[in-house]
């Protein structure tokens, strides 16, 4: 069973930036926005972060979660994420090392989630902004969480 953080709790305490911060010490493996160029930096710093306002692990069954709500519950919407995955070197990179056969099988097998991951998402008040602003950076994710009405997955 994989580690639960508190930035995956629905009213966790810390700040988004803490948050990040907790997710980053977490996933040892992940690019960094400091090893990358600047247009990749602020995709995956996006990214990442949509993992932690939406309480998601890294697990290859997050991901497709975390694209999930990215692609409903945020501002970035389904076309601009789709061409970011399809431009960026390192995503295209990573979907390369996972293959397409089994992005398809566990695509296909998290239609369930993904489709109540969707129903949540038409529940939310304001939709999460893909490059958020240094205000929210200081809000308590669960306080965020609240204002948007998003409720996570458990």
Request: aromatic fraction near 12%.
């Amino acid at each position: 069973m994989a580690k639960r953080f508190q930035y995956q709790r629905q009213d966790c305490p810390l700040t988004l930036a803490q948050g990040l911060q907790e997710y980053y010490e977490g996933h040892a493996g992940l690019f960094r926005p400091e090893q990358l160029s600047e247009e990749s930096a602020r995709f995956f710093r996006s990214h990442d972060t949509a993992h932690v306002i939406f309480g998601l692990d890294t697990t290859l069954e997050e991901e497709a979660m975390a694209d999930t709500w990215t692609m409903f519950g945020s501002d970035v919407g389904l076309r601009r994420y789709m061409r970011y995955l399809q431009t960026n070197p390192e995503a295209k990179q990573l979907i390369k090392e996972i293959g397409w056969r089994r992005t398809i099988t566990l695509s296909l097998r998290m239609v369930p989630k993904m489709f109540v991951i969707w129903l949540r998402t038409r529940k939310m008040t304001t939709k999460w902004p893909w490059e958020p602003g240094a205000d929210l950076q200081v809000k308590p994710l669960g306080q965020i969480r609240k204002e948007m009405n998003l409720r996570l997955l458990e």
